[in-house]
């Protein structure tokens, strides 16, 4: 999998400087950050709308375009595949390969990790500030979800 998102990276590279009238990535590249993030996040709803419809082709055209998407956002931001697979070594050494840290100290003392505390870095033991409740961001409709288009 790795093999394909360097591949798809380093396609946006090439891509990136062509003539915006005839590549989509030129485009985008042309239109700036706020662009490809406003971009990404559309293909990540996209992604969750498909999957909560239980829609799983969907899912698998969505998180294409989720990927293309994002590979253009790394690129735009300096981030290279490897920094981020790098990322998530470091993670699995710390923690395991599927768990986060927990954001706040209430649901540290709640939640144990699956990795001894003297293992995990001291960078992530430090908890994230409470946020606000999270608002919904998709409504139902029919009880299905509704796309954007």
């Given at each position: 999998?790795?093999?394909?998102?360097?591949?798809?990276?380093?396609?946006?590279?090439?891509?990136?400087?062509?003539?915006?009238?005839?590549?989509?990535?030129?485009?985008?590249?042309?239109?700036?950050?706020?662009?490809?993030?406003?971009?990404?996040?559309?293909?990540?709803?996209?992604?969750?709308?498909?999957?909560?419809?239980?829609?799983?082709e969907?899912?698998?055209?969505?998180?294409?375009?989720?990927?293309?998407?994002?590979?253009?956002?790394?690129?735009?931001?300096?981030?290279?595949?490897?920094?981020?697979?790098?990322?998530?070594?470091?993670?699995e050494?710390?923690?395991?390969?599927?768990?986060?840290?927990?954001?706040?100290?209430?649901?540290?003392?709640?939640?144990?990790?699956?990795?001894?505390?003297?293992d995990?870095?001291?960078?992530?033991?430090?908890?994230?500030?409470?946020?606000?409740?999270?608002?919904?961001?998709?409504?139902?409709?029919?009880?299905?979800?509704?796309?954007?288009?």
């Amino acid at each position: 999998m790795s093999d394909s998102l360097e591949r798809l990276y380093r396609a946006v590279i090439a891509a990136k400087d062509l003539d915006p009238a005839t590549s989509r990535t030129a485009r985008l590249f042309q239109r700036g950050p706020a662009k490809m993030a406003k971009k990404l996040a559309e293909e990540a709803i996209e992604v969750v709308i498909d999957a909560v419809n239980g829609d799983p082709e969907a899912v698998v055209r969505e998180s294409a375009d989720l990927f293309y998407n994002l590979s253009v956002l790394w690129v735009a931001a300096g981030v290279k595949p490897q920094d981020v697979w790098d990322e998530m070594d470091r993670r699995e050494r710390a923690q395991g390969i599927a768990e986060k840290l927990p954001k706040s100290a209430t649901k540290a003392t709640a939640t144990k990790s699956a990795a001894p505390s003297s293992d995990i870095a001291p960078e992530l033991k430090k908890a994230a500030p409470e946020h606000a409740p999270r608002r919904p961001i998709v409504a139902r409709e029919s009880g299905r979800l509704k796309k954007r288009r």
